[in-house]
C-alpha cells in the first residue's frame, strides 16, 4: 500500500479532527499531495493539496479557513486538520499523489468522516 489514510470518525459540527496519511514508495520534490473527499451520493471533490516541499497549498472554497493541510516529510506523513467541521463535511476522505500540472496517479483507501449536527 502507498498511501495509507487514518484518522476518520464521527465528530459533532463544530468539532475538530486530524486525518493523516502515511506515503510511502518512492515521493520527489516535484510531488503533489491532495486530499479528495466523496460524500454518498455525490462525485469525489478537490479538498486541499500541498507541494512536497511544502511551500505552496490550495484549498476548495468550502474548507477555506476551517482545514489545514499540512506535510512533515520527515515522517512521510500529509495531516489535514479539519476545525469547525459541519454536517456537509461527511464524506469519506482520500489521499493522493501526483505531479504538480499532471493529475493525480496513486490513491489511498480513504478515511470515513461523519459530521453530526
Known amino acids: 500500500v502507498q498511501l495509507q489514510a487514518s484518522g476518520g470518525g464521527s465528530v459533532q459540527a463544530g468539532g475538530s479532527l486530524r486525518l493523516s496519511c502515511s506515503a510511502s514508495g518512492r515521493t520527489f520534490s516535484r510531488n503533489v499531495m491532495a486530499w479528495f473527499r466523496q460524500a454518498p451520493g455525490k462525485e469525489r471533490e478537490f479538498v486541499a493539496s500541498?507541494?512536497?516541499?511544502?511551500?505552496?497549498?490550495h484549498y476548495s472554497d468550502s474548507v477555506k479557513g476551517r482545514f489545514t493541510i499540512s506535510i512533515d516529510s520527515a515522517r512521510n506523513t500529509v495531516y489535514l486538520q479539519m476545525n469547525s467541521v459541519k454536517p456537509e463535511d461527511t464524506a469519506v476522505y482520500y489521499c493522493?499523489?501526483?505531479?504538480?500540472?499532471?493529475?493525480?496517479?496513486?490513491w489511498g483507501q480513504g478515511t470515513e468522516v461523519t459530521v453530526s449536527s
Open positions: 493522493a499523489r501526483g505531479i504538480s500540472g499532471s493529475g493525480y496517479y496513486d
Open positions: 500541498i507541494a512536497w516541499s511544502g511551500g505552496s497549498t
